[in-house]
């Protein structure tokens, strides 16, 4: 079992920088790939990014390209978002996620309780 806790939600102007967080309980966070998704209201979740067991790197939202920025510290078992140049269509709650495997599958079988982004324009 594991158990994600995202943090580093909250409301920010258009144009400006947050980080979200997120940690893992378990021991073997190296072993995992963890991801972020986000669900907007009306709208379904979809993923933004994500970074595999071995580090490599996928940003899937392509509005987020450029600006958001996936990564990993498994010496503290965190893996960060961070998203520069917000829009309000950046709003959202987002979602820390992981699976037990070398790449983040569609649909992780681990999630968070999620954190609100709100972009004021």
């Known amino acids: 079992q594991v158990q994600l806790a995202e943090s580093g939600g909250g409301l920010v102007q258009a144009g400006g920088s947050l980080r979200l967080s997120c940690t893992a309980s378990r021991r073997t966070f190296s072993s995992l790939a963890l991801g972020w998704f986000r669900q907007a209201p009306g709208k379904p979740r979809e993923e933004v990014a994500a970074?595999?067991?071995?580090?490599?790197?996928?940003v899937n939202l392509d509005s987020a390209k450029g600006r958001f920025t996936i990564s990993r510290d498994n010496a503290k078992n965190m893996v960060y978002l961070e998203m520069n140049n917000v829009t309000p269509e950046d709003t959202a709650v987002y979602y820390c996620?992981?699976?037990?495997?070398?790449?983040?599958?569609?649909?992780?079988?681990?999630w968070g309780q999620g954190t609100q982004v709100t972009v004021s324009s």
């Open positions: 996620a992981a699976d037990f495997a070398g790449v983040l599958t569609t649909r992780p079988k681990y």
């Open positions: 970074v595999a067991r071995g580090g490599g790197t996928r």
